[in-house]
């Protein structure tokens, strides 16, 4: 069944009836899309999982070794600085990995979305 006609009536009706008058942002440009650098074909995906609060993997754990980072530069104790020093490596490869996989780190659309990445975890 198209519901396209049925939209598009109940469109009109509601900017007849002024329904749509008092949005906010009304006469304002759209927002910038956040993920406009990305290619077309993983924009929505990525816009679906940001909505859904998960993260692509990579972004995960980059995030880890962040937090990781974090913690290590407060350890005082060389053993337990050793320790994290391994795990912040562990994640580093898995995600080294994740990348060649993907090939991402060849495109500069994933360059830019990377720095944009680091800048938001201050890297």
């Not at 002024?18 to 074909?41: I, N, Q, S, V, Y």
Request: a neutral charge.
């Amino acid at each position: 069944m198209d519901y396209a006609h049925l939209v598009e009536e109940k469109i009109k009706q509601a900017l007849k009836d002024g329904d749509f008058d008092h949005l906010p942002g009304r006469g304002k440009p759209l927002p910038k899309d956040e993920f406009a650098h990305l290619p077309e074909e993983v924009r929505n995906s990525y816009r679906i999982l940001k909505n859904a609060n998960m993260l692509p993997e990579e972004m995960v754990l980059k995030k880890e070794i962040s937090e990781l980072e974090d913690i290590l530069a407060e350890i005082k104790d060389p053993q337990l600085s050793a320790h994290y020093k391994k795990k912040i490596t562990e994640k580093q490869i898995r995600f080294d990995i994740l990348m060649e996989k993907r090939k991402w780190s060849e495109s500069s659309a994933f360059q830019q979305y990377q720095r944009k990445i680091d800048n938001k975890f201050g890297l």
